[in-house]
């Protein structure tokens, strides 16, 4: 948004540019301004509009952001300096952030029904919800440090807009860095493959499974790469991306793709390839900064 003031006579006179995404910080910043300076500005219903229209189209975000993370790190070298990434992303971001170590299988259950009813007996609004699962797994399965399975599914399930209502209506993202297979992938000279997000209009009523953005660390079927000192190639990308650049959630995303995507890992001696897998029942656009 760019603002340019001139004077004429005693009147201050305001000249705006929209481009792009500007007009959210207009929408909410035009009334505040009117009431605090005598400015000759267009029909303010107008800005109404435009703040009805991002209401639609845009999460609250001025509530409390919340984050919880599970991570095993039992044979799993190199997941503090992912713990510690994440970190410094949830304290940039403004993420009130909670950190369990060596869950057991019953432990994911119970850390996650206890975050969700530590967020329902709040009386403060919440914007947004961050769960970070990290662990050895199989496809729609994590394994806990007591060498158990818990099933991802019931975890996804506890945060759901049925199940939690200080999140209902509000996103809820996933992040799991964990193995969905043993497969291995030595990439393609040429190709690649896109994922496309679908965002559906808000109805007077929702879905139960709506607003949920689940990001995995590869693509079922597939193993995922973690390095023994320098953590997981998805988990150091996407606090790289989410700390340094702006933008909508999916938009991040993309861009964690592509550099994933670009890189080249070597385990034993031979080339992978590793990309993220992006599942999304978003219903507006979700902005972190």
């Given amino acids: 948004m760019k603002m ?78 992912d713990l510690d990434a994440l970190e410094r992303m949830f304290q940039k971001l ?28 709040r009386t403060d609004p919440i914007s947004c919800s961050f769960v970070v699962l990290m662990a050895h797994g199989s496809e729609g399965y994590l394994k806990g440090e007591d060498e158990k399975m818990a099933k991802l599914d019931d975890l996804f399930e506890v945060l759901n807009n049925k199940n939690c209502q200080a999140l209902k209506a509000k996103p809820k993202v996933y992040i799991v ?63 790289e991306v989410f700390t340094e650049r702006k933008g909508h959630i999916l938009e991040l995303l993309t861009e964690v793709t592509r550099r994933m995507a670009e890189a080249e890992l070597v385990q034993e001696g031979e080339a992978r390839k590793v990309n993220p897998e992006i599942q999304s029942t978003l219903r507006k656009r979700l902005y972190l900064q």
């Fill in 94 to 121: 403004g993420f009130e952030s909670t950190l369990k170590r060596d869950p057991t299988a019953q432990q994911f259950q119970e850390e996650l029904d206890k975050f969700q009813q530590a967020m329902d007996a």
């Fill in 177 to 239: 860095q964990a193995c969905r297979g043993e497969q291995r992938d030595p990439g393609e000279i040429v190709g690649g493959s896109e994922i496309r997000m679908i965002i559906k209009d808000s109805p007077q009523t929702i879905p139960t499974y709506t607003d949920a953005l689940h990001v995995y660390s590869t693509v079922e079927g597939y193993i995922s790469y973690r390095h023994d000192k320098e953590g997981s190639c998805f988990i150091q990308t996407l606090v």
């Fill in 4 to 81: 340019r003031k001139q004077r004429d006579g005693t009147r201050l006179y305001l000249n705006l540019s929209l481009t792009g995404y500007s007009v959210l910080y207009l929408a909410i910043l035009i009334p505040d301004l009117s009431r605090s300076h005598p400015l000759l500005l267009p029909d303010l219903s107008a800005f109404a509009d435009f703040r009805h229209f991002l209401a639609q189209e845009v999460y609250d975000m001025s509530g409390a952001r919340l984050a919880l993370t599970l991570c095993v790190t039992k044979a799993r070298e190199g997941s503090e300096a």
